[in-house]
């Protein structure tokens, strides 16, 4: 690991002058302090933002929405009673990512801003397209764990378990650095690397995602998260999907589909979700709407077996919404 320097400011505005001086945020550490090990980052100067107590815990206001906090650690949304209560997926979606340390010492804001695990990415003496150089050894290599939609010159897959049921409920972040703050929606923060824009992320330089915030409108949605995985523990979504709805009378309102693990960024396909308003989600509804999400597919050479999986969580999670 290169030698850095490390500040933990106690304010935001304390750690928006380290960000400008060029300075890296650190929150838990889990995965930036493995790109260093591994010398994928090396940043000269580190701000831990761990100090910033204002960062930290979740409140839900009745009528305001729900506001989580960028430093909240994963096992907080995990184990709240209460905020399971407000919002359950977010339990089921955690249970089963990573393992209990890494959800102690990981953070909403870092999981939102990991890296992805593509494993040519990971290996240091790989120069692949991503990381500057020419091309993307996936494509003709080891892809079981690749993209079956939406890639273009690079194939990885949105690795985060949080991301796909936080935007099934149209969650919005908040940023800021020092032009000051801005909202938006947190499914814009997933870019789709392609020619000169090599990143996964649209973080302005020298910025912060302060919180996180669901509306009370959304709250009023039933949810639910699957995730198929190699192991039963530990392990990487293969799959995941995120669905959610407003079931009034066992009808179907404002439905949201989301896949993780399929494509460079979160999977939505806006068609899909319109062609169940209304609907009593049966079984044919939700067949039909599995086979619009994976339209367009383009599996690799080894992966094809995403398209089958990813059509069947689908729709099992589309007809738990309405199961008693
Ligand atoms: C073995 C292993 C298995 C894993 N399995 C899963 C899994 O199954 N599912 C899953 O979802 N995740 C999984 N993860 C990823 C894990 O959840 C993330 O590493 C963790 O959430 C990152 O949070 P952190 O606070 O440690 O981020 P850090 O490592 O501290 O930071 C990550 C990135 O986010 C930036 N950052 C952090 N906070 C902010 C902020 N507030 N504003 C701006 N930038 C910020 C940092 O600069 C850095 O670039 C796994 C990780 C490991 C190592
Ligand atoms: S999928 Fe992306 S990260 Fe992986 S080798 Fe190809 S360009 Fe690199």
Not at 110 to 117: A, D, E, M, S
Not at 254 to 277: N, S, T, Y
Request: with cysteine; glycine share 8%; aromatic share 4%.
């Amino acid at each position: 690991m290169n030698a850095f320097s490390y500040a933990r400011p106690r304010a935001i505005a304390d750690a928006l002058r380290y960000l400008r001086s060029g300075a890296v945020a650190l929150a838990g550490g889990t995965d930036l302090l493995g790109l260093m090990k591994d010398g994928l980052a090396t940043p000269a100067a580190l701000v831990d933002l761990t100090g910033i107590e204002g960062l930290r815990g979740w409140s839900h206001q009745r009528g305001k929405g729900l506001r989580i906090g960028a430093l909240t650690p994963l096992v907080e949304l995990e184990t709240s009673d209460s905020l399971t209560r407000a919002m359950p997926i977010l339990r089921e979606a955690l249970k089963d990512a990573a393992t209990v340390q890494l959800r102690t010492m990981g953070t909403v804001g870092g999981n939102l801003l990991q890296r992805n695990r593509c494993w040519y990415f990971r290996d240091e003496g790989t120069v692949c397209w991503l990381k500057g150089g020419k091309r993307c050894f996936a494509v003709d290599g080891e892809n079981r764990h690749h993209a079956i939609l939406g890639a273009d010159e690079c194939v990885m897959v949105s690795p985060s378990d949080l991301v796909p049921a936080l935007i099934a409920y149209d969650a919005e972040i908040s940023l800021v650095s020092a032009r000051g703050q801005r909202r938006m929606k947190l499914a814009d923060l997933f870019v789709t690397p392609k020619a000169k824009d090599r990143r996964e992320h649209a973080l302005r330089p020298a910025e912060l995602i302060t919180e996180v915030r669901v509306s009370e409108a959304s709250l009023a949605r039933k949810g639910t998260y699957l995730k198929a995985m190699d192991r039963k523990a530990w392990s990487f979504a293969l799959v995941s999907v995120a669905a959610a709805a407003k079931i009034e009378r066992g009808i179907a309102r404002d439905v949201r589909i989301v896949l993780g693990g399929v494509a460079p960024v979160p999977w939505r396909v806006v068609a899909a979700e319109k062609g169940l308003e209304g609907s009593a989600l049966d079984d044919a509804a939700c067949t039909d709407a599995a086979d619009r999400m994976l339209a367009g597919a383009t599996p690799l050479r080894d992966n094809g077996y995403k398209v089958t999986l990813a059509r069947e969580l689908v729709r099992r999670a589309l007809r738990s919404l309405v199961a008693a």
